[in-house]
């Protein structure tokens, strides 16, 4: 069976300091991945996708930066962090060629 | 882009009644409509998914309806639990090589016991 899983499951950071969050999945091969942010209280907001090793495509202009090193890893990136970019950050994947999506565990980033 | 508008942004509802939850959808080519519930703290989970093809689907207490003439589509909870209280998500695909959801802003579902 596919799991997913995500590191750190939580995070507090200085605000210029740099970010890496990674997200792996396991058990399926060439999975779509994506990056969600949630704000407190709020929903889900769409940050990268990535259909491949190398291929990100970016939703929202931002400071965070994305990439896929190996099929089942994404990597979620910042050089400084702004106090705005606190909030519980999800990795979802979906089987290629399907549309289900499923949300790993989640990293709360808070910035300070 | 496609735009999902959810209503009502916040429910409650006494133990044993029913639960409805709906959504709005702008891009005709949709033609996947999934729902997540989301517990205080933790992660999305599907609970129920319907295609284009069919017009309503249903698992024990749940069940959704999809009307795509009016494009939207309602969640249903009947006989509700106070374990069904947590976050309501809708969300719409089309298909495509990403498959990316648009989500709503959800629905804070409490069920008072």
């Known amino acids: 069976s596919q799991t997913i899983h995500q590191w750190p499951a939580t995070l507090v950071q200085p605000v210029g300091s740099p970010l890496s969050l990674e997200c792996t999945v396991e058990?399926?091969?060439?999975?779509?991945l994506y990056w969600y942010r949630q704000a407190a209280g709020r929903g889900l907001q769409l940050l990268f996708y990535?259909?491949?090793?190398?291929?990100i495509s970016s939703e929202v202009p931002q400071n965070l930066s994305a990439s896929r090193p190996q099929d089942r890893q994404f990597i979620l990136s910042s050089k400084k962090l702004l106090l705005s970019d606190s909030g519980f950050y999800l990795c979802?994947?979906?089987?290629?060629?399907?549309?289900?999506?499923?949300f790993g565990p989640g990293t709360r980033l808070l910035v300070l | 882009g496609e735009n999902v508008e959810q209503h009502p942004s916040t429910l409650s509802v006494q133990e044993g009644d029913s639960a409805v939850i709906k959504c709005t959808y702008s891009?005709?080519?949709?033609?996947?409509f999934p729902w997540y519930k989301q517990e205080l703290g933790k992660r999305p989970q599907l609970i129920i998914d319907?295609?284009?093809?069919?017009g309503e689907k249903k698992d024990q207490r749940i069940a959704v309806t999809l009307n795509k003439t009016a494009k939207h589509f309602s969640l249903h909870i009947t006989e509700t639990q106070p374990e069904d209280s947590a976050v309501y998500f809708c969300a719409a695909s089309k298909r495509s090589n990403d498959y990316k959801l648009s989500f709503g802003a959800g629905t804070t579902v409490t069920v008072r016991a």
């Open positions: 058990g399926t091969s060439n999975p779509n």
């Open positions: 319907i295609r284009s093809n069919v």
């Open positions: 979802a994947w979906s089987v290629g060629g399907s549309e289900t999506q499923y």
């Open positions: 891009d005709s080519a949709s033609n996947y």
């Open positions: 990535s259909v491949g090793i190398g291929q």
